[in-house]
């Protein structure tokens, strides 16, 4: 079975310029996560869909940042003007159902220059 | 909220050596417990999970025990090898409060050397 997959593995943008990172979670999970990992802060919480519907998006910025999943079978983040405290790992995560085992992508990596 | 707090920021052991990462936890609910292992370029995976008090959770040698009256939930390995090295996170999630996202700590670096 393929697992999580993440969409670029690197990107590099400009200061300023937007960045769209892809998620394709398990055939058959209901619930998608997105996670931002940085040295400073380690693994926080962005945001989660259960069947689609966005569930709770406490973790994310309020400016710059949204997410959706059009559909089952992927989810996207997308970062207007991207500034250089933007640069993270950004990991996905989907899993069965909300309160089972999530299942992490290897993440992409986003350098803001 | 909630919060996960793991005291050693790095473990530098010798194969053979016994394990300990010390993790504490702070929640107002009831909160299902989790550690996971991070290679270099890889997400993580879970290790495993409790979710009551007095439960053992363990996988491939490592094992901890939910202990709700000092809110811990240390990770220990009788025997370390080369090949354990690897980030080494505490998690929680109050699924109870039916919010399935992970509050993790900030990870324990462990260096095993042959």
């Known amino acids: 079975n393929a697992g999580v997959i993440q969409t670029p593995r690197h990107k590099v943008t400009g200061k300023g310029q937007e960045a769209t990172l892809w998620c394709e979670p398990i055939?058959?999970?209901?619930?998608v996560f997105w996670y931002r990992q940085t040295i400073v802060q380690g693994l926080e919480f962005l945001t989660y869909?259960?069947?689609?519907?966005?569930?709770?998006d406490s973790g994310m910025p309020k400016e710059r940042f949204s997410a959706q999943m059009p559909n089952q079978s992927h989810s996207t983040l997308k970062i207007q003007s991207t500034q250089p405290q933007d640069s993270a790992v950004y990991l996905c995560?989907?899993?069965?159902?909300?309160?089972?085992?999530?299942?992490f992508g290897p993440g992409t990596r986003l350098t803001v220059l | 909220g909630d919060s996960v707090t793991q005291t050693e920021g790095q473990v530098a052991l010798s194969e053979e050596d016994f394990l300990t990462i010390h993790c504490n936890y702070s929640?107002?609910?009831?909160?299902?417990l989790f550690w996971y292992v991070q290679y270099p370029g890889e997400g993580p995976q879970l290790l495993f999970r409790?979710?009551?008090?007095?439960e053992k959770g363990s996988s491939r040698g490592f094992e901890a025990t939910y202990d709700k009256g000092t809110t811990s939930f240390h990770l220990r390995k009788a025997s370390v090898q080369e090949s354990d090295s690897a980030v080494y996170y505490c998690a929680l999630s109050d699924f109870g409060g039916s919010n399935a996202k992970l509050t993790f700590g900030k990870g324990t670096k462990l260096s095993v050397k042959s």
């Open positions: 409790a979710s009551r008090d007095k």
């Open positions: 869909f259960r069947n689609q519907a966005p569930i709770d």
């Open positions: 995560a989907s899993s069965v159902g909300g309160a089972r085992e999530q299942y």
């Open positions: 929640a107002s609910g009831y909160p299902t």
């Open positions: 055939s058959g999970h209901s619930a």
